[in-house]
């Protein structure tokens, strides 16, 4: 099997663009609030500027290389097509410039650096090492993703609460929102899919197109994440049920 050559990537065209939308964000688009969220904030904005496009492009190269797109049919071990290796390019290159982001200026958030770090290695090692894979790895890339507006929108929101009235309503309204959202998709889709894959894998359908050292890391590090989602998810539910009691309690006294 062929490896991929970095040389013939985009990653570098990629990377700089990340890096062109952060300072953007930071130095234009959010010059005016407080340095004490401006950092996460432009980390928000150039998670937005990633995820929507990353959805659009993983979903297409996967219907456009699949011959049927029942979930059942799909070939998880596939080569990896010219788009998807881009989109995994541009993947790769956004969590490179925010695992930076976290790892300069929020080095104490060991679970997001951990969870980028686990996500760099999928993303390279099925771009760069396998050159297989990618319908598995951008499927799992789609469902991670389809929840960044909704969820880049309230973290603005409440990075914002404090200094404005409007935002502060909008983090109120969006909140049990957009964790009922992403509870569905990490706790049901996700798993549902990782199970298909995990099946898929098992049965040695892939014909050891996908190595077993990739097979088992990549399912470890699916599992892991979908765990540490679920379990961030949960004490947002709990903070905001805590929230609520205060209110209520507020209220009666």
């Known amino acids: 099997m062929e490896i991929p050559k970095l ?13 062109f939308i952060y300072c953007l964000a930071y130095f234009v688009i959010l010059k005016h609030w407080s340095k004490k969220y401006r950092a996460e904030a432009s ?8 995820g929507t496009p990353a959805v659009f492009l993983a979903l ?21 097509t010219a788009l998807q290796s881009m989109v995994l390019e541009f993947s790769t ?29 999928v993303l390279l090692t099925c771009r760069y090492v396998l050159g297989h894979g990618a319908v598995a790895i951008l499927g799992f890339l789609f469902l991670a993703e389809i929840t960044t ?25 969006l909140s ?3 964790f009922a959202y992403y509870t569905m998709v990490r706790g049901i889709l996700g798993p549902l899919f990782a199970y298909k894959i995990g099946v898929f894998f098992a049965s040695g359908m892939d014909g050891d197109l996908i190595p077993l050292w990739a097979r088992i890391s990549w399912m470890v590090v699916t599992v892991c994440t979908i765990g540490a989602s679920l379990l961030w998810i949960m004490n947002k539910w709990l903070a905001l049920y805590r929230d609520r009691i205060k209110k209520e309690v507020k209220k009666i006294s």
């Open 7 to 19: 040389y013939d990537s985009h990653l570098l065209v990629f990377t700089f663009f990340f890096i």
């Open 43 to 50: 980390s928000c904005v150039m998670s937005l500027a990633h």
């Open 60 to 80: 297409f190269s996967i219907l456009k290389s699949q011959k049927s797109i029942s979930l059942n049919q799909l070939n998880f071990a596939s080569p990896n």
């Open 93 to 121: 290159a956004y969590f490179l410039m925010d695992l930076f982001h976290y790892i300069v200026l929020i080095p104490v958030d060991v679970l997001f650096i951990a969870h980028h770090l686990a996500t760099l290695y």
């Open 149 to 173: 507006l909704c969820q880049n929108t309230w973290s603005l929101a409440r990075y914002r609460k404090v200094d404005s009235k409007k935002a502060a309503k909008v983090y109120e309204f």
């Open 176 to 178: 049990p929102i957009f």
